[in-house]
């Protein structure tokens, strides 16, 4: 079932199962329509359940329908961790989607888990910026900060996106495209993640929400105009979706 709530529009399927169904759908509609139009698509993950919300991506008809050469892979946000660490954003989308389709590993955008945090912020950053004057990475005409193609989003219990917290300044960083925390409510504590600005310049945004726990910030951040969740700041350029389940949806 679709509906429009404010600016969103709000898909409900009576399962998990049903999100992952459209979602790979919607993921490879939205890959072939930009390979069309520029001949890339640039898409940036989150870590979580959202990864194994994208299986159906890496079996038939899309394993081989999809032009998985074209895409490159970015993070919202990243565990400043050992890229093989069970914690690793990396490793649970390498194993969960990457391992299974061809997307060079040049355009795997990692995070260098040699730095500190604040060192792999500024690194992560500063690759940004190498990909934007290279032209691999348009700017928002709008805003001024990177545009991506596609971002999927997953959200806490507390109304968190990708490591932007609720009683944490780094959802109301306006300047960096980049920053950093060490003390996230969410475990592991170290952690980069890309700000509101650089989400809120993609051309298309999936917020993937499945589970009973997350009811109660859904009905927030969809029914409550003046929720202070950092989710409900989420917006994009082009259309802003949302994935739901039944026990997701449950007190809407
Ligand atoms: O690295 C992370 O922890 C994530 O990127 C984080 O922002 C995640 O998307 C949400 O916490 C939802 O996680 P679940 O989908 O597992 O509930």
Redesign the pocket.
């Known amino acids: 079932m679709a509906c429009e709530i404010g600016n969103r529009t709000v898909l409900k399927f009576d399962t998990e199962d049903g999100v992952a169904v459209a979602l790979a759908r919607y993921i490879a509609d939205l890959s072939e329509r930009f390979i069309k139009e520029k001949g890339s698509f640039n898409v940036v993950l989150?870590?979580?359940?959202?990864i194994d919300t994208m299986r159906y991506l890496t079996r038939a008809p899309y394993k081989e329908s999809v032009d998985w050469p074209k895409w490159s892979i970015f993070w919202?946000?990243?565990?400043v961790v050992p890229l093989d660490s069970k914690d690793s954003?990396y490793r649970l989308a390498w194993d969960g989607l990457l391992k299974y389709v061809t997307i060079p590993n040049n355009q795997i955008y990692a995070i260098n888990d040699k730095l500190s945090p604040e060192g792999a912020a500024e690194d992560y950053e500063a690759g940004l910026r190498d990909l934007v004057d290279r032209r691999i990475l348009p700017l928002s005409n709008a805003s001024g900060f990177p545009s991506f193609d596609l971002m999927l989003?997953?959200?806490?219990p507390d109304g968190?996106?990708?490591?932007l917290f609720p009683n944490r300044p780094q959802r109301y960083e306006k300047k960096r495209w980049v920053t950093y925390i060490t003390d996230s409510p969410?475990p592991p504590p170290p952690?980069i993640t890309l700000t509101f600005p650089v989400i809120n310049s993609s051309s298309e945004i999936a917020m993937v929400v499945t589970?009973a726990d997350?009811a109660g910030a859904v009905k927030d951040v969809l029914e409550n105009p003046d929720s202070d969740l950092p989710a409900s700041e989420v917006s994009a350029q082009g259309l802003l979706t949302w994935f739901l389940d039944n026990d997701a949806a449950s007190q809407l």
């Open positions: 989150s870590g979580g359940s959202l919202l946000d990243e565990r954003n989003v997953g959200m806490g968190h996106v990708a490591s969410k952690r589970g997350l």
